[in-house]
């Protein structure tokens, strides 16, 4: 079984101002007061062509990390990526606040150890106030788990 995301996560008013910036944009709702921007094939087509990765994303366009500075001064914004297929797989996150990057690039490959703060994603979800439960992470807490596709997140 295979786990795909790319996405913008934020708080729900700070990622409604920035689903008015982007033509057909659409956020959807996770738990603990965060919406997900999928980033999309269609997104990164509409992005340009320039296939420079910032920060060592795979996923991240050229030039959209801008976009997050500039959106962060509403509140803290993440980037986060993740592929896996069988258990195996590799994850980056970073987040933004205040117009600056305040956490990462951090990033887990394929066979590395996760680190003892937790997954990528789980460590940036936290900085945007995701909090775990029942001995879960915050990835499980705010509901990543409930797509396996970017995409499917807007459908």
Do not use: C, K
Request: charged share 20%; no cysteine.
């Amino acid at each position: 079984m295979s786990y795909e995301l790319r996405a913008v996560i934020a708080g729900d008013d700070a990622l409604r101002g920035v689903v008015r910036e982007l033509p057909a944009a659409h956020s959807a709702p996770l738990g603990q007061g965060l919406s997900l921007l999928p980033v999309t094939n269609a997104r990164l087509d509409a992005a340009g062509g320039d296939t420079t990765r910032p920060l060592g994303f795979r996923w991240l366009p050229a030039g959209f990390d801008a976009r997050l500075v500039a959106w962060s001064a509403a509140g803290p914004v993440a980037f986060v990526e993740a592929e896996y297929f069988g258990g195996v797989g590799e994850q980056r996150a970073a987040v933004w606040a205040g117009g600056a990057l305040v956490l990462g690039p951090l990033a887990v490959g394929e066979g590395e150890r996760l680190p003892v703060g937790g997954s990528p994603i789980s460590q940036a979800l936290r900085r945007l106030g995701a909090v775990a439960r029942d001995g879960g992470d915050e990835f499980s807490a705010v509901g990543l788990g409930r797509h396996r596709r970017s995409g499917r997140w807007i459908s």
